[in-house]
Nanobody
Framework: VQLVESGGGLVQPGGSLRLSCATS????????IGWFRQAPGKNREGVSCMLHRYGEFWYSDSVKGRFTISTDNARKMVYLQMNDLKPEDTGVYFCAVQPDPRVTVGTMCSLYPNSLDYWGKGILVNVSS
């Protein structure tokens, strides 16, 4: 499995970015896909996760209504559209995959954000004026 993030950078508060994750080697239907972030000096946290097989979607309360996770199954791409960005959204963002998860994506991504098996290297998002 390979995961490669792109699309990060510097953006002003209120702006938008779309993160992309190029993937290979896993099933878009049966495997959980998620975006996570780690702010400076803080633990990694779940941002948004999904599992096509059961139509499950989860968003952290801090990004609900502003961020949207999506996939392009044909291109094996995962996206995170981020709107109305805030300084507290600053951090390194990671794309991750858990094959055949045994719990709901909400449980996995909110309570066990470090438990997924496969990770990208991460990409920096800096929200600053």
């Amino acid at each position: 499995v390979q995961l490669v993030e792109s699309g990060g950078g510097l953006v002003q508060p209120g702006g938008s970015l779309r993160l992309s994750c190029a993937t290979s080697g896993f099933s878009f239907n049966d495997d959980a896909i998620g975006w996570f972030r780690q702010a400076p000096g803080k633990n990694r946290e779940g941002v948004s996760c999904m599992l096509h097989r059961y139509g499950e979607f989860w968003y952290s309360d801090s990004v609900k209504g502003r961020f949207t996770i999506s996939t392009d199954n044909a291109r094996k791409m995962v996206y995170l559209q981020m709107n109305d960005l805030k300084p507290e959204d600053t951090g390194v963002y990671f794309c991750a995959v858990q094959p055949d998860p045994r719990v709901t994506v909400g449980t996995m991504c909110s309570l066990y954000p470090n438990s997924l098996d496969y990770w990208g290297k991460g990409i920096l998002v800096n929200v600053s004026s």
